[in-house]
């Protein structure tokens, strides 16, 4: 939501600021309002990268728990060491 929110407002600050206050940015007025809408622009790409992240470690986590949940359990424990005692060479 914050992301969202980052990338409206820096997105309508730099059509704003090209066509509606383009004649009234004068000076300090310019350097500041350019300001804020790169600040809100690097705000909306550090939260999609921090979402990114998120993502990330959310994806990593459901595969460890599928893997635990298929294949940790007692029978299969016990059907994977019954083949390696027959395939071991003896």
Known sequence: MAGTIAILGGG???VLG???FASHLQGRSFVVY???C???AVAAI???MVDLWLLRRAYRQSRRDLFAREFMTK???ERFRTK?????PR
């Open 12 to 14: 309508l600050m730099a």
């Open 18 to 20: 090209v066509t509606r």
């Open 34 to 36: 350019w300001s804020w």
């Open 38 to 40: 790169f600040l809100l």
């Open 46 to 48: 550090l939260l999609a």
């Open 75 to 77: 029978e299969f424990s």
């Open 84 to 88: 390696q005692q027959e395939n071991r």
